[in-house]
């Protein structure tokens, strides 16, 4: 008991220490942000681009997909171009050209050696000084830069517009025509666009060679490359790693953790019998089979567009679904079903727990139920009516697609979403109240699932802490409180807890044993991945210090999963214990699944990225994907499917279950899962590193092949 009142302790130390970290870097993120001018002006003082328009602009590249079409500062999808890299690449060639014309009379390409070095070096001297004005929020560009910009500008307007001369771009990019309807909102679009690039090339005030976003994108043109800070802390962070491995190891191989208890001669779980509230959750289950079969269908919609831009299979199909829809959904859904999967275990085991069912508990159950039906269907209905009729920033912010990843729905849905998982955690708490107050080895596990439960609930508020008018780099910041911390961490915490409960419940592992494990594994989690969201944001307008906190941290996200496929052979080895054990085969293999998928997922593949000098080159590229969906569906979706089963197998009588299908089903799943990262996306971003190191992110905007190469 000691022992555990100690872990608890080094729990909580940890838990405040590493969010005040994270809320004072928030603050540096804020202050070192970069600045939106009041005005860009050229030479003469005529106005390019007024704050307002850079603001404007930023709203409606949201509205119109965002980062489900193309991405700014490595943040977005993969078919479209990062619209930052891109913007620069165009205009350092367009201003290259200009220069040329104006003191050689030739293009640049006409030019001899000693020409085109001279006209190079003045191109990256004009990219990189930065001549923003503080004191008057001004920010000044010589003439043939201003041409440059307007050049880009026209282009742009037209690309984003229906000028027929772009159409082959559009639908290399998969975008619809026209992709912004307001004339005024395509004005502005190319003002946030350029601010985006201007960040990425320009030096920080006081600097030389560190633009806002730590010199990303890699542009050989202006002299983007990795920083002195990016590479020392990347070495710093394999090292860290190679060390925290090794005392991980240390100090499993040095503990003496009991072995597994005997397994009870009958299935401790075979009389229980489902309450009124338990067996009402079976409609979650089936909702969650449904939403997981339609984000298959959106990825395989998602996935073809890449092939054919507007079409599928020659069928006009981005009249109806374009790519920007159906990418949302797909994403959306990949959250949504996971999250329904791990809400209604929590509902369908408290109960179970506590062997009390609350007064009305299953009409709060069924209301929870009905009111996330609402809001998936109508999150999913209003951004789609909004993206095919266009209806506006302010439709896309409040109900619409907000065109942020994983956070799309419109801001009113959030608003119900924050309301209904905290009335889930009312549902949770009233129902595992008697569990908690009992005195017993399960309490700690009792309890952890509460807390995780709590922080679920909470956190999700960070959803609601940037507005439409908020800067991009915050926006970036406490979009991946979510992501990183509600996805990654805390339903983490949850469902291990939960997995234990289950073990313990079915006699497989002893409650003291447990108890400790858990806590543990959340310190150890925790520690690393608190501050290991700061991985995220290395080039997203953030001062440098990000990039050093991030890569320390990240590295000991990955720590414990080095060795965490040793749980899942131990898992493996428990359904081996009995003979009844072999009833809870499926869910068992699916947690096994759960610890190779994230030994490999998120462990090899996240590792492959998360390192400044790895991020640098490869961000917004397959390499992302690949470790996206290794992660995401292999992990968290095959806890979700395993609880599914666990559930589902427990609200039905055991005579009606049949296992053939669900076998086929987990082989054909993991197969399947191994097959798109193993054969396609990983090769893919392989190839696509390649050219981002030797060439530079910003080239693929000329040629379809080079479109491909993200």
Wanted: charged share 15%; with cysteine.
């Amino acid at each position: 008991m000691k022992a555990s009142r100690r872990l608890w302790r080094a729990l909580a130390v940890i838990f405040l220490l590493s969010f005040a970290v994270l809320g004072w870097i928030g603050r540096e993120i804020y202050l070192a942000a970069p600045p939106i001018p009041a005005r860009v002006v050229d030479a003469d003082g005529q106005t390019l681009f007024s704050g307002e328009q850079i603001q404007r602009g930023q709203e409606a590249w949201l509205a119109a997909g965002g980062q489900q079409l193309g991405s700014v500062w490595g943040h977005g999808s993969y078919i479209a171009p990062d619209w930052s890299a891109d913007w620069l690449h165009r205009e350092a060639l367009a201003l290259r050209d200009e220069l040329a014309l104006q003191q050689f009379r030739q293009r640049f390409a006409e030019l001899d050696a000693d020409g085109q070095a001279m006209i190079a070096a003045q191109l990256k001297a004009e990219l990189r000084r930065n001549r923003y004005d503080a004191a008057s929020g001004t920010l000044t560009v010589s003439a043939e830069r201003a041409r440059a910009i307007a050049a880009q500008s026209a282009h742009y307007r037209g690309l984003f517009g229906d000028d027929p001369a772009l159409a082959k771009l559009r639908e290399q990019y998969a975008m619809t025509a026209p992709a912004i309807a307001d004339p005024a909102d395509r004005a502005a679009l190319p003002a946030f666009f350029f601010w985006s690039a201007w960040a990425a090339a320009t030096d920080r005030p006081g600097e030389s060679g560190l633009s806002y976003t730590s010199n990303w994108p890699h542009e050989p043109l202006v002299d983007n490359r990795p920083t002195t800070g990016n590479g020392v802390w990347s070495i710093a962070s394999v090292i860290l790693l190679i060390a925290g491995i090794a005392a991980m190891v240390w100090f499993h191989m040095a503990g003496h953790e009991e072995a597994d208890p005997a397994a009870p001669k009958r299935d401790p779980l075979f009389d229980l019998v489902a309450t009124p509230s338990m067996r009402a959750t079976r409609k979650y289950f089936y909702v969650v089979i449904a939403l997981l079969l339609v984000q298959i269908g959106m990825g395989v919609v998602s996935a073809h567009y890449a092939v054919e831009g507007q079409s599928f299979f020659g069928l006009p199909l981005a009249e109806l679904l374009p790519f920007v829809v159906s990418r949302t959904i797909h994403t959306q859904l990949g959250v949504l079903w996971i999250a329904t999967a791990w809400l209604a275990t929590g509902l369908y085991i408290a109960p179970a727990l506590s062997g009390r069912e609350p007064p009305l508990q299953k009409l709060g159950v069924d209301l929870l139920f009905y009111a996330l039906l609402l809001i998936v269907a109508g999150s999913i209905a209003c951004g789609w009516i909004g993206s095919l009729q266009q209806l506006g920033t302010t439709f896309s912010f409040w109900l619409g697609n907000q065109g942020l990843e994983y956070t799309s729905m419109g801001r009113v849905w959030q608003y119900l979403l924050f309301v209904g998982l905290l009335f889930w955690l009312l549902l949770m708490g009233r129902a595992l109240w008697p569990a908690l107050k009992r005195p017993g080895e399960s309490r700690g596990l009792i309890a952890m699932v509460f807390l995780s439960a709590a922080c679920i609930g909470g956190f999700y508020a960070s959803s609601l802490m940037w507005g439409r008018h908020s800067h991009y780099s915050m926006i970036e910041y406490w979009r991946w409180w979510l992501v990183h911390l509600w996805v990654e961490g805390f339903f983490e915490v949850f469902a291990t807890a939960v997995i234990a409960l289950i073990f313990t419940r079915l006699g497989l592992i002893r409650a003291a044993t447990a108890n400790s494990a858990i806590v543990l594994e959340t310190i150890v989690f925790l520690f690393g991945g608190i501050l290991g969201t700061l991985h995220h944001l290395y080039f997203t307008g953030t001062p440098t210090s990000v990039i050093a906190v991030g890569a320390m941290f990240s590295a000991l996200e990955v720590v414990p999963l080095a060795l965490i496929g040793l749980e899942g052979y131990r898992t493996y080895r428990r359904s081996k214990a009995a003979p009844w054990v072999a009833g809870y085969r499926w869910p068992i293999l699916c947690f096994v699944a759960v610890g190779f998928w994230n030994s490999v997922g998120a462990g090899l593949l996240g590792f492959a990225i998360n390192p400044p000098i790895a991020l640098y080159y490869v961000q917004g590229l397959n390499m992302t994907a690949a470790h996206g969906h290794a992660a995401l569906f292999g992990v968290y979706g095959m806890l979700g499917i395993g609880l599914l089963l666990f559930c589902l197998r427990g609200l039905s009588p055991r005579a009606q279950w049949h296992d053939g299908l669900v076998g086929k089903a987990f082989w054909l799943l993991n197969g399947g899962l191994a097959m798109m990262v193993f054969m396609s996306l990983l090769p893919a971003g392989i190839y696509q590193a390649w050219a981002s190191v030797s060439e530079g992110c910003g080239t693929r905007v000329r040629p379809r092949s080079s479109t491909r190469r993200r």
